[in-house]
């Protein structure tokens, strides 16, 4: 599975952006989905996650404001990001596994958040 992620970028704090991870093969259905983000001189996080039947994991710095979605048709899956924080200023990540949790057998490369105040 080959996953490019796009749609990061500068943003004003409170604003909103939406990520998005294009998958290749025709098996993406059967693949868990997730977010990561690594922060300057922080390790990487597993904030949002996505599994069979749409079942959903968000971390608590996150709950409530970022919302994880999937479109099997277009092997694609969202983050979309409202009311952001400097905080979350970070690389986000999406990832894919089978079987593991969280889902990170798979890597896309990295798109880049900034969030100004």
């Known amino acids: 599975v080959q996953l490019q992620a796009s749609g990061g970028g500068l943003v004003q704090a409170g604003g909103s952006l939406r990520l998005s991870c294009v998958a290749s093969g025709r098996t993406f259905s059967s693949y868990a989905m997730g977010w990561f983000r690594q922060a300057p001189g922080k390790e990487r996080d597993f904030i949002v996650g996505m599994w069979h039947g749409d079942s959903t994991y968000y971390a608590d710095s996150v709950k409530g404001r970022f919302t994880i979605s999937r479109d099997n048709a277009k092997n694609t899956v969202y983050l979309q990001m409202n009311d952001l924080k400097v905080e979350d200023t970070a690389v986000y990540y999406c990832?894919?596994?089978?079987?593991?949790?969280?889902?990170?057998?798979?890597w896309g490369q990295g798109t880049l958040v900034t969030v100004s105040s």
């Open positions: 990832a894919a596994g089978r079987g593991t949790w969280p889902p990170n057998r798979y």
